[in-house]
T-cell receptor, first 115, second 109 residues
Framework: KAGVTQTPRYLIKTRGQQVTLSCSPI?????VSWYQQTPGQGLQFLFE???????NKGNFPGRFSGRQFSNSRSEMNVSTLELGDSALYLC??????????????FGEGSWLTVV | QKEVEQDPGPLSVPEGAIVSLNCTYS??????FMWYRQYSRKGPELLMY????GNKEDGRFTAQVDKSSKYISLFIRDSQPSDSATYLC?????????FGGGTRLMVKP
């Protein structure tokens, strides 16, 4: 069974540009979440999607946005990139949202460097 | 103060040692508790998942939760060099995870 797939794995962008990252959840999983990981702040929750609807949002500026498609695949977008956006962006998928036995699995992440 | 506190380490132990990793948390709303292992430049890998106070064992790993003290632990028996990684505790409320900062573990042959 394939795991969570994220593309691209590595990318370099210039300040002011925008970037779109893609995530394909585990087959059958309908909930997708995004996290940002930096050395200083650790792993922080960005947002969660379930059935194409954003259910929760973390404490990030509006430059960070996402969406989910009918096949559960998800994209996140960061506009007007800043140097501080350099991070590992992780996608996580789970079968349903919030259920007791719900385990959350992570992809390998997309490494974004802003120069 | 962070909702989840975790000693960053690094923690260096000889091969075969028993390793104890710990986290404390302040939010009573956290319902479920997880431990993830993360190798360098890789995504977090789920190791253990618990939702009640007590112990849960899986091979060389034992997860312990004490909700009254808001304290969770992960024990690794017979540690191996391949266990060298960063270990992250995570607390779940709804479908949102709050992570500790991670403890870097080094197991020396």
């Amino acid at each position: 069974k394939a795991g969570v797939t994220q593309t691209p794995r590595y990318l370099i962008k210039t300040r002011g540009q925008q970037v779109t990252l893609s995530c394909s959840p585990i087959s059958g999983h309908r909930s997708v979440s995004w996290y940002q990981q930096t050395p200083g702040q650790g792993l922080q929750f960005l947002f969660e999607y379930f059935s194409e609807t954003q259910r929760n949002k973390g404490n990030f500026p509006g430059r960070f946005s996402g969406r989910q498609f009918s096949n559960s695949r998800s994209e996140m977008n960061v506009s007007t990139l800043e140097l501080g956006d350099s991070a590992l962006y992780l996608c996580a998928s789970s079968l349903v949202a919030g259920a007791a036995g719900n385990t959350i699995y992570f992809g390998e992440g997309s490494w974004l460097t802003v120069v | 103060q962070k909702e989840v506190e975790q000693d960053p380490g690094p923690l260096s132990v000889p091969e075969g040692a028993i390793v104890s990793l710990n986290c404390t948390y302040s939010n009573s709303a956290f319902q479920y508790f997880m431990w993830y292992r993360q190798y360098s430049r890789k995504g977090p890998e789920l190791l253990m998942y618990t939702y009640s106070s007590g112990n849960k064992e899986d091979g060389r790993f034992t997860a312990q939760v004490d909700k009254s003290s808001k304290y969770i632990s992960l024990f690794i028996r017979d540690s191996q060099p391949s266990d060298s990684a960063t270990y992250l505790c995570a607390m779940r409320k709804g479908n949102m995870l709050t992570f500790g900062g991670g403890t870097r573990l080094m197991v020396k042959p």
